[in-house]
């Protein structure tokens, strides 16, 4: 067996999403016909997007011994990610994410982290330290605590693994992790939060925090594309497909999960990109982070 599993390190939340006819703005309350229950947080969601995708994925993640958590753990499950390494842990809820989206399938998110908050550094560095040999792509998104990011990138990068990193949100650890070289994967506004103001354009952003990392940035612009940033040679933007939105809620986690299925499974960079994309633009026709994540088999159709 090659080192082509894909192993994912974030949050798990459970979802609660109102559709309502718009955001609400500071001090407003919206009113939408009811509230639906979805599982959610960026790692299980980009967990998902992998495992339907056709990679191994195993998750490394917190949930409280609850029935959110009971839950949470049957549905990655029933998706088929490996959840060996997801901690119960006694006396603290699972992360819930509260929702708003809009008829343009715009979203608003709060988050409270929950056990998620509770990750610990040593569960992580363990964790990722006994799965790295068979791995090809570690994937860290930042919804747990930066000590966890960082044994995650760590590990990941000092056993010579592709790391993909998702400052999703920009947190002070991904500055710090910039050095040890992972691929990041920030949206634009992620992306000028890392580069603090000091450039005045995409590419050049995004170039600034190549220069640091040493390997390829990738730029997610929602339906402007992605522009992809190598470490020798001009920046490249892939266009986004045109696609009927529903609900954006997990389509930077499918584009996150589906790239680094590609990654782990050392396809090239631009196809694995190619992939991430056409599985985002499916993703965004249902509501629910989940419910529009394709498998291989509409990936390849939609992609051609
Ligand atoms: O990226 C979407 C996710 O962000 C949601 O599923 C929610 O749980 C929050 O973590």
Known sequence: MGADELVVVGA????????????????????????????GGKGANAAVAAARAGARVHLIAAIGDDDTGDTALAELRHDHVTTDHVV?????????ALIVVDPDGE????????????????????????????????LVSTEIPGDAIEAAVRTATDAGVPCVLNPAPVVPAVERLLGFGPIVTPNRTELFDLVDGAASDTAR???????????????????????????????????????QVRDTTGAGDTFN????????????????????????????????????????????????
């Not at 220069?211 to 040679?233: F, N, Y």
């Not at 499916?282 to 159709?301: E, F, H, K, Q, W």
């Open 205 to 243: 952003a995004a170039r600034r925090i190549g220069e640091r990392t040493g390997a390829p940035v990738i730029v997610t612009l929602g339906g402007d594309g992605a522009l992809v940033v190598p470490v020798d040679g001009p920046p490249s933007m892939v266009p986004a497909h045109a696609v």
């Open 257 to 304: 999960g589906v790239l680094a299925a590609a990654i782990a499974s050392g396809r090239p960079l631009a196809e694995a990109v190619d992939d991430a994309m056409a599985a985002a633009a499916l993703s965004v026709g249902a509501i629910g982070a989940r419910a529009g994540m394709p498998d291989a088999a509409a990936i390849a159709t939609f992609r051609h």
């Open 12 to 39: 798990i939340n459970v979802d609660l999403v109102v559709a309502a006819p718009r955001l609400p703005g500071p001090g407003e309350t919206v009113v939408g016909p009811g509230v639906e229950r979805y599982g």
């Open 88 to 96: 119960r842990l006694a006396g603290t809820p699972t992360g819930v």
């Open 107 to 138: 979203n608003q998110i709060a988050v409270g982290a929950g056990a998620n908050a509770a990750l610990t550094a040593a569960h992580v560095r363990a964790a990722v330290g006994a799965l790295v040999p068979r791995a090809g792509c570690v």
